[in-house]
């Protein structure tokens, strides 16, 4: 086009505004140049993959097919109808749904009161106590869940604590009723921490005056807390349950390292699910059923987003 | 039209760059089921790198092993790679699909379908081994419509493990059918056991490794003649199913499964009996001690059902990749494992049983190996189809059900249901 648009016209003959549009340019080319490592392994290593796995949900792509690519078929919708057909995947919705609608809101109200009592009761020991309550979050799966596991033996901690009040408990995890709410349990234990460190952060952004005056005006603690810190939490509390949400719909460490999806499938969850069909090679079906967790996620996260904005506006 | 539309899936993925098969350049120029194209192996010397992939005690143990065969052939070396066994499909399936695959690979034996069916494995070739001289049902377990695509390298088999200095206090000598090894728990807990049997439960624990024999025991086999398809016997599956739910649903065995105190509730006497393999010697030593193993601890093979005792037979095999760069001599290595004296050698290193049958007399003193000589005349080996993982998950579920006081016949009806629309997988 014009001579401005290369960068390296001369300063002198070129108008001022296009000797800065080439500097801009230049900028602009080197600032892409340093980005250029990030996007490269961006595109290979996550974009690549996730619309590599897309579009595989709508082939037959099996482990046979590894070596031959032109076998491969395109057969639409037929994984999203197979999927549906299939009795334990429809159990594994059931079961994440169970896990999210149930651990969520548990998670959620452990967190906030943790942050509650840290921000006003017990300011001496606050700091021991955010480690204590954080420790799980920082803790390796893999060896609380030896622990977990002989706490819910059915000759455990648990079963001996409860048989002191007069229970007779289950035996957890390999009851198919129980074993759920007690990845549930685990899960919420697990989590607890990271909401108290935000829903914390959130507690400490209301600035004190707002409660004296209430107090002032004779608001009492339940009032101070329903009528002040929840309305102005709603951000924090979105924060937290859309992460949550999003963590909990993809449920996969608690049920693999506690109960491999057992007692009769009792804990089988989405993730799960595309784990196993990865490990029977039937690589379109498990991608297909990726692709219906996230649309579960990104449905549940807009109507998270719909119900908690709803009143700011 | 068929053409028009694979056009498309392999357009969508080729424009997304599917890694695997982009990077890998080479098509299907060793589809699966073709038959034996390698030339006979002769016996010069080997020469050149061989590099192997090996598993858990095996991949450790061979680079050393391997100093023997180097020193008869001096101008080959042997790499091994130690890889963990839970690793090992991906990372065969990722070297086939990208072509970097080393020369032989040991293959777990029930991951040997799935490893034909994902292709890269080359058939054995004439002049290797003799599978006369091995395990009929691991030879067996290699084959793939009538093509060998593994040596048998070693094997493994279950037999009976149970307290011996309790079932003397309670006067009872091993059980030998179905009937007397149900009493024989009755026994142990009438005698103060909180149990009587250990058994396996759901897909963690892989129960079908005791319910495919139970299967077998009681007349059943798991795919038809031609092995193109399964062929569940509808009455063995029935009583097979029927006679594990029994354990537990008479409160004979825990709904746990062998759970996190399968060792302990051994030595404690709470749970006195289980069926497991040859490892649990030295488990159970090294929890207690050699003599505490030697005075209290008895193994005997398995009870038998209508038809026969067999046991589960497990192992490792050794393979050789396709595109292998030194499949000469990797199969050399490989013949040189099979042999008997290597053979021999590589059980007192590993406590691995030979798949060589000669190569196990030498040891038949031992009680407890000669009961496991015993025990490999009858085994049953699961099927090599790709798709026994899937059916062997349902099955596991199914029993499950069984155990929890479901119906027997309801569960076969299931399982029969499932393997007609799964088919073998291939």
Not at chain 1, 90 to 106: A, D, E, H, M, R
Not at chain 2, 247 to 267: H, I
Request: hydrophobic fraction near 45%.
């Amino acid at each position: 086009m014009s001579l401005t648009a290369t960068g390296g016209a001369p300063r002198t003959a070129a108008p001022l505004r296009g000797g800065m549009a080439g500097q801009r340019r230049r900028t602009a080319l080197v600032a892409w140049l340093f980005a250029l490592p990030f996007l490269v392994i961006f595109a290979v290593f996550m974009l690549g993959p996730v619309i590599g796995s897309f579009a595989m949900s709508f082939t037959d792509l099996g482990v046979k097919d590894l070596r031959s690519p032109f076998a491969v078929n395109f057969i639409a919708f037929d994984n999203f109808v197979a999927l549906f057909q299939d009795e334990l995947f429809v159990k594994s919705i059931v079961n994440t749904f169970y896990f999210v609608l149930v651990g969520i809101p548990l998670t959620m109200a452990l967190g906030l009161l943790l942050a509650v009592a840290l921000n006003s009761g017990i300011e001496r020991f606050r700091g021991v106590f955010r480690v204590g309550f954080y420790t799980p979050v920082v803790t390796s799966i893999v060896a609380v869940a030896v622990v977990w596991r002989f706490i819910l033996q059915d000759t455990g901690l648990m079963n001996t604590v409860l048989s002191w009040v007069g229970i007779n408990g289950p035996d957890w995890l390999n009851d198919p009723v129980w074993a759920m709410p007690s990845i549930i349990v685990m899960g919420a234990w697990r989590n607890m921490g990271t909401l108290m460190i935000i829903f914390l952060a959130g507690l400490q952004a209301i600035p004190r005056d707002v409660y004296e005056a209430a107090e002032v005006d004779g608001a009492g603690a339940w009032r101070r807390f329903t009528g002040m810190t929840l309305p102005l939490m709603r951000p924090t509390l979105l924060l937290g349950a859309v992460l949550l949400s999003v963590g909990f719909l993809q449920v996969f460490e608690e049920p693999f390292v506690m109960t491999q999806g057992g007692p009769l499938n009792s804990t089988l969850t989405i993730s799960y699910y595309v784990y196993s069909q990865f490990g029977y090679g039937d690589y379109s079906l498990a991608s297909a059923a990726a692709y219906v967790l996230f649309a579960f996620i990104a449905a549940l996260s807009a109507v998270q987003f719909r119900l908690l904005r709803s009143k700011d506006n | 039209m068929k053409m028009g539309r694979k056009m498309i899936a392999l357009g969508a993925i080729g424009v997304v760059g599917m890694l695997a098969l982009s990077g890998c350049g080479r098509t299907d120029d060793t589809p699966t089921g073709e038959g034996p194209s390698a030339e006979a192996i002769d016996d010069s010397p080997a020469t050149g790198e061989i590099t192997i992939w090996a598993m858990g005690e095996e991949g450790e143990n061979l680079g050393d092993f391997a100093d023997a065969f180097v020193e008869e052939n001096p101008d080959a070396t042997v790499t091994v790679t130690s890889i963990p066994w839970a690793d090992v499909m991906t990372k065969y399936q990722t070297a086939v699909a990208a072509g970097t695959v080393p020369d032989a690979i040991m293959i777990g034996s029930s991951l040997l379908p799935s490893m034909v069916a994902a292709g890269g494995l080359a058939p054995v070739p004439d002049g290797v081994v003799d599978a006369s001289t091995l395990n009929e049902t691991a030879e067996e377990s290699t084959q793939v419509e009538g093509v060998s695509y593994a040596v048998p390298w070693y094997v493994e088999t279950r037999v009976l493990y149970y307290r011996s200095d309790l079932a003397e206090a309670a006067g009872m000598s091993a059980p030998t059918t179905w009937d007397e090894f149900t009493s024989f728990a009755e026994g142990f807990r009438s005698e103060g056991a909180q149990y009587g049997i250990q058994l396996p439960m759901g897909d963690a624990e892989d129960s079908t490794q005791v319910i495919l024999p139970f299967y077998a025991q009681a007349g059943g086999e798991v795919l038809n003649e031609t092995g193109d398809g399964y062929a569940w016997n509808h009455d063995a599956l029935v009583a097979a199913l029927e006679y594990y739910g029994s354990f537990f649903t008479d409160g004979l065995a825990p709904t746990s499964g062998y759970g996190d105190s399968q060792t302990s509730s051994f030595v404690d006497g709470s749970n006195p009996a289980f069926i497991s393999g040859p490892w649990m010697v030295s488990v159970l030593a090294d929890m207690e001690d050699a003599d505490w193993v030697a005075d209290n601890v008895a193994t005997v093979p398995v009870p038998a059902g209508s038809a026969n005792n067999d046991s589960y037979l497990g192992g490792g095999h050794l393979g050789v990749f396709a595109d292998a760069k030194n499949a000469d001599g990797a199969w050399k290595l490989i013949r040189w494992l099979a042999q008997a004296d290597t053979q021999e050698a590589w059980f007192e290193r590993t406590s691995g049983l030979p798949a060589v049958t000669s190569a196990l007399e030498g040891f038949t003193s031992d009680p407890r190996v000669s009961v496991l000589n015993d025990q490999l005349q009858n085994t049953v080996a699961p099927p090599s189809v790709p798709s026994w993982d899937e059916m062997s998950a349902f099955i596991e579920t199914e029993a499950e059900k069984v155990a929890n006081g479901s119906s027997a016949e309801d569960a076969a009806t299931a399982i029969e249901a499932k393997a007609e629309s799964l088919g073998t997988g291939w």
